[in-house]
């Protein structure tokens, strides 16, 4: 039972590249989320979604879009890089009870 | 939309002695209230939670209280150790599985030896 799994740990674009973050869980939850840290700002909410074929925008959607590909797995698109796109950004995923999340390892992303 | 406030950003105890970390929400609605702790390069994780129909939760040295009416929280942890070193995030939540939790911008708690 890993949990929450993502993809890649580590990542270097250049300003205008694209990527996608994967995330997978194994909890059989329902509702699954994306969201960036950055020091001092606490974690902001990108984009969520409740339920296999629904997603919606949360406090940071903009220069993202998501993928919710199965109940298992919910990707992060960057189309077009940018520098405050540096971040680390954590995948979570929220069990039938609506205890707090389970969180994944995170992605350290640097956009120079 | 839900915001939540949280104080102070900073705080430094003597090993031994008592930590107070406080929140505000701004959703009558919410119901749910989680604490996570945060060490350095790791994932936040679960410490404690609280619902809105509790006002007091324990869990051997740390606690929550819970004021529906203020619509405030603390969290409450005793006898400090070096290993409470973390950052600390309150949340904010309506309490289904559907539902988004908003965090706090967080507490770097420091113990000092």
């Known amino acids: 039972n890993a949990g929450v799994t993502q993809t890649p740990k580590f990542q270097v674009l250049k300003t205008g590249q694209s990527m996608t973050l994967q995330c997978a869980q194994d909890?059989?939850?329902?509702?699954m989320y994306w969201y960036r840290q950055d020091p001092g700002m606490g974690l902001r909410l990108i984009y969520y979604s409740a339920s296999e074929g629904t997603t919606d925008k949360g406090e940071v959607p903009n220069g993202y879009n998501v993928s919710r590909l199965n109940k298992r797995e919910f990707s992060l698109r960057l189309e077009s890089a940018a520098p405050s796109q540096t971040s680390v950004y954590f995948c979570a995923s929220r069990d039938e009870g609506g205890r707090g999340y389970t969180f994944g390892s995170g992605t350290r992303l640097t956009v120079v | 939309g839900e915001n939540v406030e949280q104080h102070p950003s900073t705080l430094s105890v003597q090993e031994g002695d008592s930590a107070v970390i406080k929140c505000t929400y701004s959703d009558s609605a919410s119901n749910y209230f989680p604490w996570y702790k945060q060490e350095l390069g790791k994932r936040p994780q679960l410490i404690i939670d609280i619902r809105s129909n509790v006002g007091e939760k324990k869990d051997q040295r740390i606690a929550v209280t819970l004021n529906k009416t203020a619509k405030h929280f603390s969290l409450h942890i005793t006898e400090t150790q070096p290993e409470d070193s973390a950052v600390y995030f309150c949340a904010a939540s309506k309490g289904s599985s559907a539902s988004k939790i908003i965090f706090g911008s967080g507490t770097r708690l420091s113990i000092r030896p």
């Open positions: 909890m059989n939850h329902n509702s």
